[in-house]
């Protein structure tokens, strides 16, 4: 309930109530409903497109019927990651928020406010009385998380708008005006599963703080699974190793935060002693970023287990250590900007059946291809199947876009200084739409939001209050058409 008494009400009540619908990428039947039931118990025109988005129009005010019109627009999906200790399902349960100071924040697992409070905010300006606003359209699009298939399914001529605000940035002193594109690499394959000869050890790494594959992908955050592959690399050729298991990772756009792998190998004692040194150093490496990190590397009771070769568990270890993760390239035209990278965000072993999930994102659309061709190359020399999937363009910049002279106008005499104009290397929605919508002026911005994509994912109440301010008056101030 101390949630509903944060400032800016209206905005927190109606994240409250979204928080309280299931709503994971690809299992948005749930909030989908919700959001057509509001617009519809407001009764403005709402639509349901083919694939899912919501589209709910609302007329200009009083005054304002000759300013263009505008799309606000946000992702009805979230990401869902949780802490192991945790007990919480998505699918069925709602967010329990709690404060922290000056952040709102869930308990041990994300809490949804990417973007939610995008959503909660477009929901503010439908249900107003007295706003002032040109005519517009709230778009909210389905699976942005993963895929993005709500905004490639989105067909020309739904919309009408001719500025579109993306509010789904999470610093509130940026307006961003371009972003990377990206590219799902999936390996896989199937091995024969054989009995396990030696003794299992059961390798560890957790306690990482994750993050966004695209905006924290520069910040040094430990991956989880290359963690884990730099330890079974120690022991690929001295301890004739056997994989029995590997589960490390979630989404492909979440920095893996754990890693487990069962092994079996000739001595487990000796084992785990040649590993001991790296452990150390692994911990050393990590301790001014990853205070929390664990890695625990522990001998197992189990026997009997079914591993797969040694040969197919060494070329799974070789191409775990071989492929690129992290930032591949610096933008040498926008400072500070990642240009391209990959997060190796999924690896799992089960039954001798293999998948390895990767996202490759740039900027530069040749890059992108680079990056995941790379990787291709690494894992099919480890004899593995390799497809491209889900491949999404990037949004190239208009700075001299009327909308962003008149946002920066704004933001300098509301806050008396510059805002940042910058390109970011997440993976927003805007390149998709504007393919379709060529002509129609972007920007993307939001309130502060920490953590996303992971449990420690949180929100800023007093920047929410400052995005809520700085969206009223760019409303009221929408150019003329």
């Given at each position: ?41 407001l ?24 300013r ?58 439908l ?5 002032p ?24 001529g ?49 306690g ?11 910040k ?82 189990d ?38 990278s990959?997060?190796v ?10 998948k ?14 680079a990056?995941?061709?790379?990787l ?101 101030n929408?150019?003329?058409?």
């Amino acid at each position: 309930m101390e949630i509903l008494h944060l400032e800016p009400k209206e905005i927190w009540k109606n994240f409250s109530a979204l928080n309280s619908v299931p709503r994971p990428s690809k299992k948005e039947e749930k909030v989908i409903a919700f959001i057509k039931n509001f617009g519809e118990s407001l009764g403005l025109p709402t639509k349901v497109d083919e694939v899912g988005n919501v589209i709910i129009q609302k007329p200009a005010t009083l005054g304002m019927e000759n300013r263009k019109t505008i799309v606000l627009q946000s992702h009805l999906d979230m990401v869902c990651q949780k802490n192991n200790d945790v007990d919480f399902d998505f699918d069925t349960q709602g967010i329990l928020m709690e404060t922290d100071g000056e952040w709102v924040k869930a308990k041990g697992i994300t809490l949804g406010a990417d973007n939610g409070l995008g959503v909660a905010t477009i929901m503010t300006i439908l249900e107003s009385k007295d706003l002032p606003h040109p005519a517009l359209e709230a778009l909210f699009t389905i699976d942005e998380e993963t895929g993005m298939t709500g905004a490639i399914g989105l067909k020309p001529g739904e919309l009408q708008g001719e500025i579109l605000l993306n509010l789904d940035t999470e610093e509130d002193d940026e307006i961003d005006i371009g972003c990377a594109g990206g590219i799902d690499v999936t390996a896989s394959q199937n091995y024969d599963v054989i009995g396990a000869k030696g003794e299992n050890v059961i390798i560890t790494v957790k306690g990482l703080q994750g993050g966004h594959s695209g905006m924290d992908i520069h910040k040094g955050f430990g991956n989880a699974n290359i963690i884990l592959g730099r330890l079974l690399f120690v022991g690929v050729d001295a301890h004739d190793l056997q994989l029995v298991s590997i589960d490390g990772g979630g989404l492909r756009n979440a920095i893996p935060r754990e890693a487990t792998a069962i092994v079996s190998v000739r001595n487990a004692e000796d084992f785990i002693q040649n590993l001991s040194a790296l452990q150390s150093e692994i911990l050393e490496e990590f301790a001014t970023v990853e205070k929390d990190i664990q890695i625990l590397i522990e001998k197992s009771d189990d026997s009997g287990e079914q591993g797969i070769s040694i040969s197919d568990s060494k070329r799974i270890i070789l191409a775990l250590k071989a492929a690129h993760n992290g930032v591949y390239r610096m933008s040498p035209d926008v400072e500070g900007l990642v240009e391209s990278s990959n997060n190796v965000a999924r690896v799992e072993l089960k039954n001798g059946s293999l998948k390895i999930l990767n996202l490759s994102r740039s900027s530069v659309e040749s890059t992108k291809m680079a990056v995941a061709e790379q990787l291709k190359s690494v894992f099919e020399l480890a004899d593995m199947n390799v497809v491209f999937s889900g491949s999404y363009p990037g949004w190239k910049p208009k700075p001299e876009a009327e909308i962003i002279k008149t946002m920066v106008e704004i933001y300098e005499k509301q806050f008396s200084e510059k805002p940042m104009v910058v390109a970011c290397h997440a993976g927003l929605e805007c390149g998709i739409i504007g393919a379709n919508y060529p002509a129609m002026e972007m920007v993307s911005f939001g309130p502060t939001i920490r953590g996303a994509h992971s449990p420690d994912e949180r929100a800023n109440v007093a920047s929410v209050q400052k995005f809520w301010k700085y969206l009223q008056e760019i409303l009221a101030n929408i150019p003329a058409k």
